[in-house]
C-alpha cells in the first residue's frame, strides 16, 4: 500500500486509559459486529493465532505490508498489556493505508475486542475523515457521543446555545433535531423546522435563530465537523466557506444546498448521492461541465454562479427542473444554450458578456425573469412570453429602448433602471401592474395610467409627485434620493397608504398633509430634509412606526426661479422646540431619533405603547423619563452622555445599549 505522508493520525495521544479488559468469546463477537460484513483479501476471516510480538516483528521486516502481522502485532501487544505500543503499531499501519476502509475497521475491531472503545471510535472517526466514508462514521456513533466529534469551539457554542444544554449531556437524538443550517462570517441561522420548498418562506423564517460567533470563524473552521448533523434537509456555506465533496454522502436527507465547490471539481458527479436534492446553488470556478447532474432526477432550481460550464443540454431532460440562475458564466454571451429548456418557469441571467438574449423567447412558460448587469440593448423577447407576471431589469446599462414594455400587459410586478437616458413612458402600457421598483426616471407622468398599483418604490431624480395622486389602491410608497421635491399634496390623496417613505431626500413643499392619511402605520422619514411639524403626526391614530432618523426640519420655506437657477430660503427647527409634538402618538411601537442632537425625554412618557426606541448619537442626560413605559422592550442609547444609568435595574425586560 501507498504511504499517506500528506496526513498524520495520531492515535499515541489515546494512550491515557490503563489497564485492558480481554474478554474471550464476547471480545470476538463484538469484533464481528464492528468489521465490515464482507472480508477484504482474507483481512478479517479469522482472528490471527496467538504468537508474540517478537514473532509478527520478525513477519514485518520481511514484508512491511503484510496485513495479517499487522494486525497480530497490535493484538500481541495488548496480550501483553501495552497499550501504547499497540496505538503506535495502529498508527504506523494507518500512516501506510489510510485510504483503505477496511485497515480501520480491522484495527478498530481489535482495540473493541481489548474494551478499548474510546480508542476504537477515535480510529473509526479518522478512518471517516481520511476517506469519506459514511459506514464508518455510523460504526464510529455507536461509540462515541457528539462531545467527541464536534471539536470546533464555534460549532460546540451553536449545539450547546441551540440545545440548552452542556455538550457532554448532548445525545445523538439531539444532534438530529438540527434541520436547517446556514453558516457565514457571522456566525450560524439554524432551525429545527424543514425548509420544504414551496412552503410559506415567512413562517419558516420566524423559526429561524441566529447563534453569533465571537471570533474569526475563518482561523477556527472544521469542516469535518459538520459531519455529525446527519438530519439536515438544508444547508448553506456562505462566503469562502466550503467542504470536500466526498462529505456529501453524509448528509442524505438534503433537499437544499447552497455552496461553493472547490476548483477542482469540474462537474457534478460528487452530488450523485444526493438523491433528495431539489434545490442546489453551486459556485465554482472549476466546474466545467454538467456531467453527473442528470442523476438529480428530483430537482427543482438550480444556481450556478461564477462557472465555465458551456453546454447546458442536460437540464433539458430534467422534467421537475422549474428555475434556472446563470450568474457570471464565463464565456456565454447568448441564451441560445438554454434555447431548448422549455420547461422553465423562472429563468435569471446575469454578467457582462451576456448581449443577445433574443433565444429567451422560446421559453414561453416563464413566469418570472430576471435580466441583472447584462450588456443586452434588446427586450423584445419579452412580447413573446406569454406567462410572465415578474420582470427583472436592473443594471443594464446599455438597455435604451424600452417601448417593448408597453405590450407585456399581463406583468404585476416590475423591476426596472430605466438608466436616465429613456424615457418610461412604455409604462403606461402595463396595466396590470401590482408592484413597482423604478430608478432613473425623469418623470412620473406614465405612472398615472398604472391604477391596479399597490406597491411603489422610486429611486432618484424625481421632484414631482403629481402623477401619483390618482393611483387611488397604493399601499406603500417608497422616495429614495430625490432632490428638491415638491407638489406632496398628491400624496394626502392616497388614502389606502400603510406605508410611506421618503429618505435621503429634500422635500420643501408642506408634508404637514399626510396628517389625513388616516390608514398609514409606518412612515420613514430619515436622513432627509423636510418641512414638517412632529405635531401634525398626532392625527395618524394607527401610526407604529415611525424614522426620523438624522432628519433636519425647516419651515419658512421660500423659492426663487430665475431661468435655470433656483434658490431656496428656508429657517431650521431644533429638535427639542418640536419633539414634544410627538407626545400624542399613542399608538406608537418603534419610534428612531437617532443622531437629531436631542437632549431630553420628557416627551416619551405619553407613548404608552412603545416596544422600540431608537435615540443613538443624541445628547440625552437624563432617562428617567421612559421609566413608565411598560411595552418598552429595547433602548439604543449608544453615544449619549447619560449621567445616571440606575433605571437599568428597574426596567428588568428592557435591554439598553449604551457605551461602554
Not at 499517506?4 to 489497564?19: D, F, P
Amino acid at each position: 500500500m501507498p504511504s499517506g505522508a500528506g496526513r498524520r493520525l495520531a492515535l499515541g495521544s489515546l494512550a491515557g486509559l490503563t489497564g485492558l479488559a480481554i474478554t474471550g468469546v464476547i471480545a470476538w463477537q463484538l469484533f464481528q459486529i464492528y468489521a465490515p460484513s464482507t472480508p477484504e483479501d482474507g483481512l478479517l476471516e479469522s482472528s490471527p493465532p496467538q504468537r508474540s510480538v517478537a514473532h509478527y516483528q520478525r513477519m514485518l521486516a520481511n514484508d512491511p505490508y503484510d496485513i495479517a502481522a499487522r494486525r497480530g502485532l497490535i493484538e500481541a501487544h495488548l496480550r501483553e498489556g501495552d497499550k501504547e505500543a499497540a496505538l503506535q503499531e495502529a498508527t504506523d499501519w494507518l500512516r501506510q493505508g489510510e485510504d483503505d476502509e477496511t485497515v480501520y475497521t480491522a484495527i478498530s475491531a481489535t482495540l473493541l475486542a481489548y474494551d478499548l472503545k474510546r480508542e476504537a471510535g477515535d480510529v473509526l472517526l479518522k478512518g471517516r475523515t481520511a476517506t469519506g466514508s459514511a459506514d464508518l462514521d455510523a460504526q464510529a456513533r455507536k461509540l462515541l457521543l457528539p462531545a467527541s466529534m464536534i471539536t470546533s469551539q464555534p460549532l460546540q457554542k451553536l449545539v450547546s446555545t441551540a440545545l440548552d444544554k452542556e455538550l457532554s449531556e448532548v445525545s445523538w437524538q439531539d444532534i438530529e433535531k438540527f434541520k436547517y443550517l446556514q453558516i457565514d462570517d457571522k456566525g450560524f441561522r439554524y432551525s429545527f423546522e424543514d425548509h420544504a420548498l414551496g412552503a410559506d418562506q415567512t413562517s419558516f423564517e420566524e423559526t429561524i435563530r441566529l447563534v453569533e460567533i465571537d471570533s474569526d470563524l475563518s482561523r477556527s473552521w472544521e469542516g469535518t465537523d459538520l459531519l455529525a448533523f446527519t438530519g439536515l434537509t438544508s444547508l448553506q456555506l456562505n462566503g469562502w466557506m466550503t467542504i470536500e465533496m466526498k462529505y456529501l454522502s453524509f448528509f442524505p436527507h438534503l433537499n437544499r444546498v447552497k455552496l461553493r465547490v472547490p476548483d477542482s471539481i469540474e462537474n457534478f458527479q460528487s452530488f450523485g448521492k444526493l438523491e433528495q436534492l431539489e434545490e442546489l446553488s453551486v459556485q465554482g470556478k472549476g466546474l466545467e461541465s454538467l456531467e453527473g447532474i442528470a442523476g438529480l432526477s428530483k430537482l427543482v432550481r438550480l444556481e450556478l454562479s461564477d462557472t465555465q460550464i458551456s453546454g447546458f443540454g442536460a437540464l433539458e431532460t430534467m422534467e421537475r427542473l422549474e428555475s434556472l440562475t446563470l450568474r457570471d458564466t464565463k464565456g456565454l454571451t447568448s441564451a441560445s444554450p438554454i434555447a431548448g429548456m422549455t420547461q422553465l418557469k423562472e429563468l435569471t441571467l446575469e454578467g457582462d458578456e451576456l448581449f443577445n438574449l433574443l433565444d429567451i423567447q422560446n421559453l414561453r412558460q416563464l413566469e418570472s425573469l430576471t435580466i441583472y448587469d447584462t450588456a443586452t440593448k434588446d427586450i423584445s423577447f419579452a412580447a413573446s412570453l406569454p406567462e410572465l407576471h415578474y420582470l427583472s431589469l436592473k443594471r443594464n446599462n446599455k438597455l435604451g429602448n424600452l417601448a417593448p414594455l408597453a405590450g407585456l400587459s399581463k406583468v404585476e410586478h416590475l423591476q426596472l433602471d430605466a438608466n436616465y437616458a429613456d424615457k418610461v413612458d412604455a409604462l403606461s402600457g402595463m396595466t396590470n401592474l401590482r408592484t413597482l421598483e423604478l430608478s432613473g426616471a425623469n418623470s412620473l407622468a406614465p405612472l398615472k395610467a398604472l391604477k391596479k398599483l399597490q406597491k411603489l418604490t422610486v429611486s432618484g431624480g424625481i421632484s414631482d409627485l403629481r402623477p401619483l395622486g390618482g393611483l387611488g389602491e397604493l399601499e406603500e410608497l417608497r422616495l429614495d434620493g430625490s432632490s428638491n421635491v415638491e407638489q406632496v399634496k398628491a400624496i394626502a390623496d392616497l388614502k389606502k397608504l400603510k406605508v410611506l417613505s421618503i429618505t435621503n431626500s429634500s422635500v420643501y413643499d408642506n408634508l404637514n398633509g399626510i396628517s389625513a392619511l388616516s390608514n398609514l402605520e409606518e412612515l420613514d422619514l430619515h436622513e432627509s430634509q423636510m418641512q414638517l411639524k412632529p405635531a401634525s403626526l398626532a392625527a395618524i391614530k394607527k401610526l407604529r412606526k415611525l424614522n426620523l432618523s438624522n432628519s433636519r426640519l425647516i419651515y419658512n420655506v421660500h423659492i426663487e426661479r430665475q431661468g435655470f437657477v433656483t434658490s431656496i430660503y428656508y429657517d431650521d427647527y431644533k429638535w427639542d422646540d418640536v419633539v414634544s409634538g410627538l407626545g400624542g402618538l399613542a399608538s406608537l411601537e418603534s419610534l428612531s431619533l437617532g443622531s437629531n442632537n436631542i437632549t431630553g425625554l420628557s416627551f416619551a412618557k405619553g407613548l404608552a405603547a412603545l416596544q422600540h426606541l431608537d435615540l443613538e448619537d443624541n445628547s440625552i442626560t437624563d432617562i428617567s423619563p421612559l421609566k413608565g413605559l411598560k411595552q418598552l422592550r429595547f433602548v439604543n442609547l449608544i453615544d449619549n452622555p447619560v449621567h445616571d444609568w440606575s433605571l437599568l435595574d428597574q426596567m428588568p425586560d428592557t435591554t439598553f445599549e449604551r457605551t461602554l
